[in-house]
């Protein structure tokens, strides 16, 4: 593959519902983030993984909010109990390194677009 | 992170060069200045990144001043396709998490 890919590229749900958006990253890149991104503003860092490992949530708006990569490349991102204020493109990216070796450059997927009904 | 500051918009005719300024009065010695541009719909795209020498790619230049207080980044021939929002950003290269915080950007319009 040749770059992100993120999947539904759109989804609307109702009020209350579960979601699960996925991601998968350019083949072999150690670093996987999660970025929001609401209406005619910038994304908004979510959360990072360095392979595996969550090294930084601090992003994550609240408990409904959750993010996995159990085995270092696919990862997934959880929303429970959707509001209406969930609704937001949701961006992935990856980087080939650790964030020194890569000098800060990542490459995005085209998002999901989620709308809460 | 240091702040960023952009205009919210700017202009340019198709085949000139675009210069879209970045104020960035806060940066710390150990922080580099990122570019990166959205085009509609789609996810950002990393344009170029410097920490206190001018940078050219096949994309684009980036002016750092002395101080390193501001920049300019260089579009020297716009087409349509390079409308966009263009987003400054200064952070600190680290062995921990990279994320990225953007600002409001720049939204440039190339006009034929």
């Known amino acids: 593959g040749a770059g992100v890919s993120q999947s539904p590229r759109y989804k609307v749900a109702k009020r209350g519902q579960d979601v699960a958006l996925r991601c998968d990253p350019i083949s072999g890149h150690v670093s996987l983030f999660w970025y929001q991104q609401a209406l005619g503003q910038g994304p908004e860092f979510l959360t990072y993984f360095q392979n595996e490992a969550q090294l930084d949530k601090s992003g994550l708006p609240s408990d409904r909010f959750f993010a996995e990569r159990p085995e270092g490349s696919v990862s997934t991102l959880k929303i429970q109990r959707t509001q209406q204020e969930d609704s937001a493109v949701y961006l992935c990216?990856?980087?080939?390194?650790?964030?020194?070796?890569?000098?800060?450059?990542?490459?995005f997927g085209p998002g999901t677009r989620l709308t809460v009904l | 992170d240091a702040k960023t500051t952009q205009p919210p918009s700017m202009d340019c005719a198709e085949g000139r060069a675009a210069n879209l300024p970045c104020n960035h009065s806060t940066i710390s010695g150990n922080e580099y200045v990122y570019w990166y541009r959205q085009i509609h719909s789609q996810g950002p795209q990393y344009i170029i990144h410097?920490?206190?020498n001018n940078e050219t790619n096949e994309m684009a230049s980036l002016i750092i001043t002395e101080d390193r207080k501001s920049s300019t980044l260089i579009l020297p021939h716009a087409t349509l396709r390079d409308t966009a929002v263009y987003y400054c950003?200064?952070?600190?290269?680290?062995?921990?998490?990279?994320?990225?915080?953007f600002g409001q950007g720049t939204e440039l319009s190339v006009k034929p």
């Open positions: 950003i200064v952070r600190v290269v680290s062995n921990q998490g990279g994320k990225l915080i």
């Open positions: 990216a990856s980087s080939l390194f650790r964030d020194y070796l890569s000098r800060g450059t990542q490459y």
């Open positions: 410097g920490l206190k």
